[in-house]
C-alpha cells in the first residue's frame, strides 16, 4: 500500500518596474517564519540586478503587518540583507525588530517601493516546520525549495530541490503488531526508547513492530527529494489506568540541559522557557493508541530537589484536549510526585474532607495514577488540573480572576490592589459586612481551621487566593500541598498565630477581631465534631490506604533506597493517629490561646424520615451528637423537616424558628420536634 505526496504550491512573483524604478532588483529571496506567534523570524532580500540599491523606506507587508526598512548601506549587487522580526509582542524599544509576524503555518509577503505605492515583488509560503527554511534556489531566481539548513546572509543551497514534505507513516494495528505504511519510495525509521528518529538513528521499519507495553513508537518517513515528514506516535494498545510519558531520553539526562540531570545543572534550581521540553502524553481515557503532543517541564519549588521530581504538562496548540477523570479537559495538567513523606495520603484525605465539609476552600481533584515515562516505571503519582485561572474559573461565572500566592503576594493573574485593600480591612478589624463584601469569609475561616487541625509547617508558603476581577468579586482562598503535617500533640495555635500579617491564614488578625473570631471557633468546634471527628476521620483514612495501598506498596519499592519515604503501613498508621488525636489537641490549645473555656453541647439528630439536623451546613448522624465547643462562639443549628413534615419548634426552648444560634456554654441538649403536615400534635418525640 502507500500513498501520493502531497505537494503544497509556492507562487513566486516578481514585479519588475521601468529600468529607472528604485529598488526594482530586489527580491524577497529567504524567509523563515515563526514557529509560535512570540518567537522571531527573518526575511533574506537579494539584489538580483547589476547596481547597488539603497533599501531606506522600503515595506514588508503581511495582511495587518507592516515594516519598514530604516536608513541603511546599499545593497551591493549579488548582496544579501537580513531583517529580523518578531512576532505579537510588538517592539518595546527602537533596537528591538519590527512587528511582522511570518506564521509557520504559510502566508504571503509583499515587498513595497518606498512610500508603499509600488509592488516590488511577492511571495507566498506554504507551512513549514520548525528549523527550516524557504526561499529561491538560485538565489532571485523563480523556483523555490525547503532549505534544511538555513543560510541567511549566505548562499541558497539544497540538492536536490525540495518541494513538498513526506506524508507520516500510517500506523495500521493488527494482530502481529503495527505495520507502518509510507508514501512510495520512502523509509521508515522508528524508535521505541523515547529518541527522535533520524535518518542515522532508529530501526528501519521492515514489517509488523511489537510496541512494548508502557512503551510509545515514534516513526518518520524519508526520501531524498522530500522535507522528513511529521513523527507518528503509537502508544502501547491494551488496558491501562495510568499515564505513559514519551521524551527525547537527551531532554532528561544530558548533563547540560537535561531535566532530571544532576550535579551544578541540576534543572531543578531552573525555571523558565529555557526549560520546556516538547513531549508526548497518553492519559486514561484516550484513544488505545493515542499520544497528545505536549509543552514539558519540571514543577514544584522544594521537592524539586527530591530524586522523584514532578511534572506539569501543557498542551503545545493552547487548545484543553488533555483529559482527566470526570469527563473534563484542560490546557494544563500536574503529575504530583507526592515525593515527600506521607504526601499522598495527606493530601487525598484533605482533598475528601473539604468536599464532605461543603467545599469551602478550592481543590484540586487528585486521581492516583502510575506513570511510566520512556516504558520505566516511576511509581504513584496525582494526576491534576493545575490550580490555575482555567481550574478556578471553573468555580466562578467570570470572564478574568485576580490571582495572589505566596507570603509575599505575588500576583500570578490580575491586578494585587483589592488583594491589598482586603488584607487592610482585616488588619483595621473593619466590621463583619465591610469585610464580607470584599472576602468570602466562609473560606478564609476554613483556611484558618484546616491549617490548624493539620498544624502545617508551611501554611504561609502554599497560600493561593482569588477572585473574580470585576465589581462583587470576593477572595476565596485555595488548599494544596498537604503534606507538611505537625504531630497530633504540636501546640501548632501559638506558631501560626505568631506569623504577621500577610502570612496565610492570617490567624492573628482573624482571633483580634471580635466578630470572625467567634466564627472561627465555631467552625473549628464543628469540623472535630463531624468531618475531623476522630472515628470518621480515621474511617477515612483507612478507605484511602486500602484503595491505594498496592499502587503505594509498588511506589515505595521504586524510591525508598534513594530517598526519605516512609512505607505505606507506616503512613496509614500516622494518618490514623493523627485523625484519633488531633481534634482534641487544638481544641485545647485554642481554648489556652484565647483564654475561652470549652463545653459540651448535645445535639439530637432525627431518623431520616423526620429530617435532618445541620450544624453549619454540615449533617449530623441521626441520634445523639456531642459537640464540644467554646464559650461565646455559637454554633449555627439548622432543621430541615422531610416531604410531608413540620418542624414544631426545640425542645425546652421557645424558638420556633428553624435555625438556632446553640452557646456551648448555655448546657442542655439541643432536640428539634416535628410532626406531620396538618396534624395539631407538639411533635414527635
Known amino acids: ?44 532580500l537579494f539584489n538580483a540586478g547589476a547596481r547597488p540599491v539603497d533599501l531606506t523606506g522600503l515595506q514588508l507587508v503581511r495582511g495587518g503587518y507592516r515594516s519598514t526598512l530604516p536608513p541603511q548601506p546599499l545593497l551591493a549587487p549579488g548582496e544579501r540583507r537580513v531583517v529580523r522580526v518578531q512576532g505579537s509582542r510588538g517592539a518595546t524599544s527602537p533596537h528591538d525588530p519590527p512587528l511582522l509576524h511570518l506564521p509557520a503555518s504559510g502566508g504571503d509577503l509583499l515587498l513595497f517601493g ?33 532549505l534544511p539548513v538555513p543560510g541567511p546572509g549566505a548562499p541558497n543551497h539544497t540538492d536536490p530541490v525540495i518541494q513538498g514534505r513526506a506524508p507520516a507513516p500510517v500506523a495500521e494495528a493488527g494482530t502481529d503488531g503495527v505495520r507502518l505504511v509510507a508514501c512510495t519510495g520512502c523509509t521508515v525509521r522508528y524508535t521505541l526508547d523515547g529518541s527522535p528518529p533520524t535518518p542515522e538513528q532508529g530501526t528501519v521499519a521492515t514489517g509488523p513492530v511489537t510496541v512494548p507495553k508502557g512503551r510509545t513508537l515514534r516513526a518518520v518517513a524519508w526520501r531524498n527529494d522530500l522535507l522528513p515528514s511529521a513523527e507518528r506516535w503509537v502508544a502501547h494498545e491494551g488496558p491501562r489506568a495510568g499515564v505513559m510519558l ?14 532530571l540531570s544532576t550535579g551544578q545543572r541540576a534543572n531543578h534550581t531552573r525555571t523558565g522557557e529555557a526549560w520546556v521540553r516538547p513531549a508526548h502524553v497518553v492519559l486514561p481515557g484516550m484513544a488505545d493508541s493515542a499520544a497528545t503532543a505536549v509543552r514539558l517541564r519540571l514543577s514544584g519549588s522544594g521537592s524539586r530537589s527530591l530524586p522523584k521530581r514532578s511534572f506539569n504538562l501543557s498542551t503545545s496548540d493552547g487548545e484543553p484536549h488533555l483529559p482527566l477523570p470526570g469527563a473534563t479537559t484542560w490546557r494544563n495538567v500536574v503529575l504530583r510526585a507526592d515525593a515527600t513523606p506521607h504526601a499522598l495520603l495527606r493530601n487525598l484525605f484533605a482533598e475528601v474532607a473539604v468536599h464532605r465539609a461543603g467545599d469551602r476552600l478550592e481543590v484540586q481533584p487528585g486521581v492516583p495514577v502510575p ?5 520505566e516505571p516511576q511509581g504513584a503519582y496525582r494526576l491534576l488540573p493545575a490550580k490555575n485561572e482555567d481550574f478556578l474559573l471553573t468555580r466562578a461565572e467570570a470572564e478574568h480572576l485576580d490571582i495572589v500566592e505566596g507570603p509575599e503576594g505575588r500576583v500570578v493573574k490580575g491586578d494585587r490592589a483589592p488583594y491589598d485593600h482586603a488584607l487592610d480591612l482585616l488588619a483595621r478589624r473593619a466590621p463583619l459586612d465591610s469585610l464580607q463584601a470584599v472576602i468570602d469569609v466562609e473560606s478564609l475561616v476554613e483556611l484558618a481551621c484546616f491549617d490548624l487541625w493539620t498544624g502545617r509547617a508551611d ?6 487566593c482569588w477572585r473574580p476581577a470585576q465589581p462583587g468579586g470576593r477572595w476565596r482562598w485555595v488548599l494544596y500541598d498537604m503534606d507538611l503535617w505537625a504531630p497530633p500533640d504540636d501546640p501548632s495555635v501559638d506558631r501560626i498565630a505568631e506569623a504577621p500579617l500577610p502570612a496565610a491564614p492570617y490567624l492573628s488578625a482573624l482571633l483580634d477581631h471580635p466578630e470572625l473570631r467567634p466564627l472561627v471557633l465555631a467552625r473549628l468546634a464543628t469540623l472535630a465534631a463531624t468531618v475531623l471527628e476522630p472515628r470518621a476521620a480515621a474511617a ?9 495501598a498496592d499502587l503505594m506498596r509498588t511506589d515505595h519499592a521504586l524510591w525508598h533506597e534513594r530517598m526519605v519515604m516512609p512505607s505505606p503501613e507506616e503512613s496509614h498508621a500516622g494518618l490514623r493517629d493523627h485523625a484519633l488525636q ?25 431518623e431520616a424520615r423526620e429530617g435532618l439536623l445541620l450544624v453549619d451546613g454540615i449533617a449530623l448522624a441521626p441520634g445523639a451528637n456531642g459537640i464540644t465547643g467554646f464559650a461565646g462562639a455559637p454554633l449555627r443549628v439548622q432543621a430541615l423537616p422531610a416531604g410531608g413534615i413540620r418542624l414544631v419548634g426545640w425542645k425546652g426552648r421557645a424558638d420556633t424558628a428553624t435555625e438556632l444560634w446553640v452557646d456551648p456554654a448555655d448546657g442542655g441538649p439541643v432536640r428539634p420536634l416535628f410532626a406531620p403536615v396538618g396534624s395539631g400534635g407538639n411533635g414527635l418525640q
Open 1 to 44: 500500500m502507500s500513498r501520493r505526496c502531497a505537494t503544497p504550491v509556492l507562487v513566486l512573483l516578481a514585479f519588475m518596474a521601468t529600468s529607472h524604478a528604485r529598488g526594482q532588483q530586489v527580491r524577497i529571496n529567504e524567509l523563515c517564519p515563526m514557529v509560535h506567534p512570540r518567537d522571531s523570524g527573518w526575511v533574506e
Open 246 to 259: 514519551c521524551i527525547d531520553p537527551d531532554e532528561l539526562h544530558d548533563p547540560e540541559r537535561g531535566l
Open 114 to 146: 518606498s512610500g508603499g505605492s509600488r509592488l516590488l515583488d511577492a511571495f507566498s509560503w506554504p507551512a513549514v516546520p520548525p528549523g527550516i527554511s524557504i526561499g529561491r534556489l538560485p538565489d532571485g531566481s523563480g523556483t523555490w525549495s525547503y
Open 459 to 464: 501554611h504561609d508558603l502554599n497560600m493561593r
Open 582 to 606: 488531633r481534634s482534641r489537641h487544638v481544641l485545647r490549645d485554642l481554648a489556652r490561646h484565647t483564654g475561652t473555656d470549652l463545653h459540651q453541647v448535645v445535639l439530637h439528630a432525627p
Open 540 to 548: 477515612l483514612a483507612d478507605s484511602l490506604y486500602d484503595a491505594h
Open 371 to 375: 506513570l511510566t515515562l520512556n516504558g
